[in-house]
């Protein structure tokens, strides 16, 4: 492949966004999605995107933001974002995105500030509407196995290619050579048994960028999405904003009972509640009938719950939370810069610290926007291309341990969490057969079709392995991460960061 400026890994909304600025600047970029297009989990996204009303507005989207993270936002970064994104409404109105023009509420919101496009199609109609618009060039089907270093910084990937290497047994790697790579791969929610989102949710940049020397950041915060039917398809947060009631097996509101705002509490309270009366009384219901119009407002939803042979038309849906959306990540600067040159993240694979403990409803497509533009551009100020380069080692674990590692993680690390189990899942996690390979075996290695699995398993052990760590490590209850072990929230409000093999506790940023 040729030379580029920009390599970018991942094709949702950070992604594209990001091509789109960088080809704007005139500059040579290539789009690696992993999987066909429209790909990654915008796609899967149906609320839509958060944006300020206006400047007084701007202080109670903060106020909200702040108090969901429950005290691990860092406030300037929240605040440097949401500045900012007017100006990209105003962008994406201007490419004929055919937002609605009345905004809704969702969860943890105290105003109705989120924009759809589509009714519960948010996410896919925004992904598409960019796609349409990037000249660059987009390859569909290609894996990044390894990043590629030299003097001292990332210049390129070496991926795995769809086509076959025409020789049985050998795979087809391919060297990609570029003056900066961009990460913006997704999150790692395929770590757990049920997820509401795609196959592809491995944790493949974070794992690459560890691996390179970058910091990862407080991975025990993963967000379970409180109201997912049986499959794990996600019934939209906008339509507990709408007038939808969760109900437990006798056919009881329990939400008021625990939280004032009741089913518009942050995500971490109702998906806690939820667990625990179903664990009380069997099942838990979301009764969508309050719903002006249903089937046209939330028609996925509705299509969704039929595919399962239930009418929501008709009667409440079982619902359980699952696991959604990863706060944690790969640390980033303002700009989206790893501390390592030549490296660059966006979206749900970067800890930029306006999430905290607890993502608020529609701020990730948010955040994907403007720090997918914010990352290309920084990237583009940083490009050198080094005639020297290696492709780091890459790491297999054999697919068949997948499933045992979901179901660990599920038990252990789920929507509530005890020290017994973190430690025990830890043990078993940090046994499992790893196998480091240099590229040249890998490409001789014999998995074939195989191989991506083998690849994915790898980066979801790693991740798994941190993750446990972190959630023994924090004794203490805070947004998405409850300890029933310890209950209350800690005084004092920190970050955990991994990098290589040292685990450290830094104090938040105010």
């Not at 149906?46 to 933001?65: I, K, M, N, S, W």
């Not at 962008?91 to 809704?104: M, N, Q, Y």
């Not at 045992?404 to 038990?411: C, E, F, P, V």
């Amino acid at each position: 492949m040729p030379r580029v400026d920009l390599l970018i890994l991942g094709a949702g909304v950070a992604g594209v966004y990001a091509a789109l600025a960088a080809e704007e600047r005139g500059a040579k970029v290539l789009l690696l999605s992993k999987d066909p297009l429209p790909s990654g989990s915008t796609p899967w996204a149906q609320g839509g995107v958060a944006f300020p009303l206006d400047e007084e507005d701007l202080e109670a989207h903060l106020r909200d933001t702040l108090r969901a993270g429950r005290g691990l936002v860092e406030e300037a970064v929240a605040r440097s974002i949401l500045q900012e994104a007017p100006r990209h409404l105003e962008k994406l109105l201007s490419l004929g995105l055919p937002f609605h023009p009345e905004p809704t509420r969702e969860g943890g919101h105290s105003r109705a500030r989120v924009r759809h496009l589509g009714g519960d199609k948010s996410g896919l109609l925004l992904l598409k509407g960019l796609l349409s618009r990037l000249r660059a060039q987009v390859l569909e089907g290609y894996m990044a196995v390894s990043l590629l270093v030299g003097e001292g910084r990332v210049a390129g990937a070496l991926v795995l290619s769809p086509h076959g290497s025409g020789q049985p047994g050998r795979a087809n790697l391919v060297e990609v050579r570029a003056g900066a790579v961009l990460l913006a791969t997704g999150g790692l929610s395929r770590l757990f048994p049920v997820t509401t989102n795609p196959p592809s949710s491995t944790g493949d940049g974070m794992a690459l960028a560890y691996r390179t020397g970058a910091t990862l950041r407080d991975l025990e915060f993963v967000q379970f999405h409180p109201t997912a039917l049986p499959d794990g398809s996600l019934v939209s947060e906008a339509c507990r904003g709408e007038g939808a009631l969760l109900l437990n097996a006798h056919g009881e509101r329990f939400m008021p009972r625990y939280d004032p705002l009741a089913e518009l509490a942050p995500r971490d309270v109702v998906a806690r509640f939820t667990h625990w009366e179903r664990e009380r009384t069997g099942a838990v219901y979301l009764d969508l009938r309050p719903i002006p119009h249903l089937e046209r407002r939330f028609p996925t939803v509705v299509a969704q719950a039929r595919a399962l042979g239930l009418d929501p038309l008709k009667e409440p849906v079982p619902v359980a939370p699952a696991a959604h959306y990863a706060m944690g990540g790969v640390k980033t600067d303002l700009q989206g810069f790893t501390g390592i040159p030549g490296l660059y993240v966006a979206g749900e694979v970067a800890s930029t610290g306006f999430h905290g403990a607890n993502r608020l409803a529609s701020n990730s497509l948010l955040e994907g926007l403007v720090m997918g533009e914010r990352a290309a551009l920084a990237a583009l100020e940083d490009l050198a291309y080094p005639k020297a380069l290696e492709p780091l080692p890459a790491y297999l674990l054999d697919p068949v341990h997948l499933k045992a590692l979901q179901d660990r993680m599920g038990q252990a690390a789920g929507v509530v969490r005890r020290g017994k189990d973190l430690a025990q899942a830890l043990a078993h996690v940090a046994h499992l057969p790893l196998e480091e390979v240099t590229p040249g075996a890998l490409e001789r290695s014999g998995w074939g079709a195989h191989l991506r699995q083998a690849l994915e398993a790898s980066n979801l052990a790693l991740l798994g392995r941190l993750l446990l760590r972190m959630a023994l490590l924090r004794e203490e209850s805070r947004g998405a991460h409850f300890r029933e072990d310890f209950p209350q929230e800690g005084k004092e409000a920190y970050h955990l960061e991994a990098q290589g093999s040292e685990l450290r506790r830094v104090p938040t940023v105010v």
